[in-house]
């Protein structure tokens, strides 16, 4: 598969941040509201690998199931990532932990105002990556 390499200066990106910047002259900051806007630069960038956001899916474990906010499908129906939504109140360290107790795959980015996270992070040393603003 392709590997996507989006700058700042693509037009989802800036979506992206104008959106936000938007919700924030807005004092608007919970989860259900700025998760739209990173949903949106998700699908968008989905497609260019030719993988479709697939909203609210559900994954099927044996005995019970988990709903992700998105995963990103391709044509075959394999999941190639899924995505969780947190906003700037939610500690993500204490969501990281609870999500991966519950079954959660670990390779679940967790998306948080003004910053990023993998659930299962293969590498301790590695920090977080944060996405800023642009200025």
């Avoid at 919970?30 to 956001?53: D, I, N, P, W």
């Avoid at 969780?84 to 991966?100: F, G, Q």
């Avoid at 980015?109 to 642009?134: D, E, F, H, Y």
Wanted: glycine share 6%.
């Amino acid at each position: 598969m392709s590997q996507l390499n989006l700058k700042p200066t693509h037009a989802a990106v800036k979506n992206y941040y104008n959106v936000l910047n938007q919700f924030g002259q807005l004092y608007v900051d919970h989860e259900m509201a700025v998760r739209s806007a990173f949903q949106y630069l998700l699908a968008t960038s989905g497609r260019k690998l030719k993988l479709t956001l697939v909203p609210e899916f559900e994954i099927k474990r044996k005995n019970s199931s988990i709903r992700v906010d998105g995963a990103l499908i391709d044509e075959f129906h394999l999941s190639h990532g899924y995505w969780e939504a947190k906003d700037e109140k939610d500690d993500l360290d204490r969501e990281i932990k609870s999500k991966l107790e519950r079954g959660y795959p670990p390779q679940t980015l967790c998306r948080k105002q003004g910053s990023l996270a993998m659930l299962g992070i293969p590498n301790p040393r590695k920090p977080r990556r944060t996405l800023r603003p642009l200025r």
